[in-house]
């Protein structure tokens, strides 16, 4: 693998403004998918829950109020549930598709430039002695004495997504 010489991370500038602006349009377009599915979720089980609430009002008032209590702890309840598992299948796809396009980078013509990136940036950290090599995954792992870099594209993915954490929290918490 080829090192870049030094002084050339601002030309690199226009491959990281085109890589960074397609993954926050990918992200934006995966966080509005996200919302359109949770705003869909939380209508379909606030509407159950209405419906129960008429149901129960119609049977008598003190009776009606004790079922209604119950009964809506349990929609509730099972509304979140089902909010919960639909976040978390949400999340699990977000999770998928972020990896696969972290390995289609390995396609991607300027993959190249990628890894001569990642390697200067693991000099920068570990010290020009450090030992840099192509992760199987893609990118780069590097290592100097008991330190250990992994600029791998699945750690990176990852990292991407957890930076990104409380925008995807802040989805669910949109009404």
């Known amino acids: 693998m080829s090192r870049l010489p030094s002084g050339s991370e601002a030309s690199l500038e226009p491959l990281r403004y085109a890589l960074r602006r397609g993954a926050d349009k990918e992200a934006s377009r995966l966080a509005e998918d996200a919302r359109a599915q949770s705003d869909a979720i939380l209508s379909t089980a606030r509407a159950e829950a209405d419906e129960i609430r008429k149901t129960a009002e119609q049977q008598g008032r003190e009776a009606a109020r004790t079922e209604a209590s119950g009964r809506s702890a349990r929609i509730r309840r099972q509304a979140r549930r089902t909010v919960l598992a639909q976040q978390e299948a949400l999340r699990a796809e977000l999770i998928q598709q972020v990896q696969q396009q972290a390995q289609e980078l390995r396609s991607d013509p300027r993959y190249p430039r ?19 090599t192509e992760s199987y995954k893609g990118g780069v792992t590097a290592t100097a004495g008991s330190r250990h870099l992994d600029f ?21 918490d949109a009404e």
């Open 114 to 132: 990628l890894l001569r990136i990642l390697t200067e940036r693991a000099d920068s950290i570990l010290g020009p002695m450090a030992s840099v």
């Open 152 to 172: 791998s594209l699945p750690a990176l993915a990852a990292q991407a997504l957890e930076n990104r954490a409380g925008e995807v929290h802040r989805l669910w």
